[in-house]
């Protein structure tokens, strides 16, 4: 009877022990919805550096020429 009494303290403390396993588990995933948040973002903004990127290049072309062809006079 020990050997039964024994058996079912076991499964009953395994099963308290794989509860609050799961359920750590669980609460740890809450930092998932921030990572794919962060993702979405940045496909976002690539997607609007590309719908705009020929207005961006001609506008960043002149203005390192407007940079470059700027005589210092000391």
């Avoid at 609050?20 to 496909?43: R, W, Y």
Wanted: proline share 0%.
């Amino acid at each position: 009877m020990d050997a039964i009494d024994n058996l079912c303290i076991y499964v009953m403390v395994w099963g308290v022990k794989a509860r609050e396993k799961v359920k750590d588990f669980l609460d740890s995933q809450s930092g998932v919805s921030n990572v794919v948040a962060t993702i979405i973002i940045l496909l976002m903004v690539v997607l609007i550096i590309s719908f705009f990127w020929d207005k961006l290049k001609t506008w960043l072309n002149d203005m390192m020429d407007t940079i470059f062809a700027t005589k210092f006079n000391y």
